[in-house]
């Protein structure tokens, strides 16, 4: 029985127990820290949102955050906009890719009229071989 | 130098295609099969020139090579000019698809005359011959801008103006242009003459 014992707490059994430790840690973990980090964070939410009520509402400092806002935005988009027009240049414009493609087809069109020419000159040898044959019938 | 869809008169669009495709035929029937592998070089050249820019002022001009094109095919260059046209016009946007026959007239025909020029000014001395190089890749710009301006005459432009305005933008490219001619042509002839002898012979011989 001791041995048994002494058996079941080897290293093995040991990781065993780490491990169910390990996953208990990251299945209840998080939850619990979820809830308890949720409450701190509404309850600390809460003040701070009852503080920006309670005094009186500033408009003008608003709109002029939100002026501040729409120029930045507006000077990213600009921005973003000349990007793309740039990119869409970039793109419109030939490259390698065009160049290769052309090239091939230079290439097969004169590799198809070889392949056109090689025939005639076949047929037309054969033809001749064929009336020098008929022509001779030794 | 390339004109684009829908510049031109229907009529002219038309009648441009046909004298391309028959000065095509021609060219075709006129080549040697031999030479076949250097007119694909040549023309992969002819169609990847276009996309050599030399910037002058606020714009660009590119490259043509119509006179280099002429003196290396003579005959032949029509039908390398008209493939590289086409494929300039279906993978780069370079002109118009209606346009095509128009471009290859602009440049088709100005290739046959400089290297009908280099023919019969080339001597047997490299000076003479770079000369004869260098006047022949210089007149295929000209012959160009020529067409370039009596082709959008068709289209209501003001022959002159046209003709000027794109004289001025390719005086680079003249110069350039006649530099590679005699380049080339110096070259070939010191390092294999019968690529210059070649065509013409086969010329001769039909």
């Given at each position: ?34 809830e308890?980090a ?22 003008g400092e ?10 930045q935005l ?16 970039d ?13 091939g ?10 392949y ?23 | ?9 229907p ?11 028959l000065?095509?035929?021609w ?31 606020p ?27 086409v ?32 023919r019969?000014?080339?001597g047997?001395?490299l000076?003479?011959l770079i ?8 007149l ?28 001025y ?9 006649s ?13 294999k ?14």
């Amino acid at each position: 029985m001791h041995r048994h014992f002494a058996r079941l707490f080897t290293t093995r059994s040991w990781s065993c127990v780490l491990l169910l430790g390990l996953l208990l840690a990251v299945f209840h973990g998080p939850a619990f820290g979820t809830e308890e980090a949720k409450e701190p964070t509404e309850a600390s939410a809460s003040p701070e949102e009852r503080q920006e009520v309670s005094p009186a509402p500033d408009f003008g400092e608003f709109s002029s955050l939100l002026d501040r806002h729409k120029v930045q935005l507006s000077r990213e988009m600009a921005q973003i906009r000349r990007e793309i027009a740039a990119l869409r240049d970039d793109m419109a414009r030939p490259g390698i890719k065009e160049v290769f493609a052309g090239v091939g087809y230079i290439l097969g069109l004169a590799g198809v009229a070889f392949y056109m020419h090689a025939r005639r000159e076949r047929l037309s040898l054969r033809k001749k071989s064929d009336s020098t044959i008929d022509g001779n019938p030794s | 130098m390339h004109i684009s869809d829908g510049v031109l008169p229907p009529s002219v669009t038309v009648g441009t295609a046909a004298v391309a495709l028959l000065f095509a035929a021609w060219s075709a029937r006129r080549t040697d099969p031999d030479d076949l592998p250097k007119i694909a070089v040549v023309s992969s050249a002819f169609f990847v020139a276009s996309l050599i820019h030399v910037p002058i002022g606020p714009t660009s001009v590119h490259l043509l090579i119509p006179g280099v094109v002429g003196i290396l095919l003579g005959r032949s260059a029509f039908i390398a000019v008209c493939l590289g046209v086409v494929l300039q016009s279906l993978l780069f946007q370079f002109g118009g698809i209606t346009a095509i026959g128009a471009n290859a007239c602009m440049m088709g025909i100005p290739a046959l005359i400089s290297g009908w020029l280099f023919r019969s000014m080339r001597g047997p001395s490299l000076p003479r011959l770079i000369l004869a190089g260098a006047t022949a890749g210089g007149l295929g710009i000209v012959l160009a801008v020529v067409g370039l301006a009596l082709l959008l005459v068709t289209g209501g432009e003001d022959f002159l103006g046209v003709a000027k305005l794109a004289m001025y933008a390719h005086l680079p490219v003249l110069f350039i242009e006649s530099a590679i001619a005699a380049f080339t042509v110096s070259f070939l002839f010191r390092v294999k003459p019968e690529l210059l002898d070649m065509s013409f012979q086969a010329h001769a011989a039909r």
